[in-house]
């Protein structure tokens, strides 16, 4: 995603970085041609949020985002669990036999 825009919430920005040790400023370093996106439908939020998780920093990455005014809204980013280290490998798996 080239030209990505950011935006989030400040005081949720710094929540994030006391809670994950991970800044918002840092999802412009996100590998974004090898990500793999989700739509995050695990409950009604109103808007669509979607889940992305990719390598940030040597390490994958999750950010929930959505899109508003065509720019990226950062919910959270913080490293992926061990689980979403799986899906991802599958996924990137999957793609290689494609």
Not at 27 to 37: G, H
């Amino acid at each position: 995603m080239a030209g990505e825009v950011f935006d989030w919430d400040e005081a949720k920005r710094r929540a994030n970085l006391a809670k994950h040790g991970v800044d918002f400023s840092l999802a412009r370093e996100f590998y974004w041609d090898i990500a793999v996106i989700e739509r995050d439908g695990r409950n009604d939020y109103g808007e669509d949020r979607l889940s992305v998780t990719a390598p940030l920093l040597g390490r994958l990455h999750v950010m929930i985002y959505v899109v508003r005014d065509g720019m990226i809204r950062i919910i959270s980013l913080r490293r992926a669990n061990k689980r979403e280290r799986r899906r991802y490998e599958e996924a990137m798996a999957d793609r290689a036999d494609k």
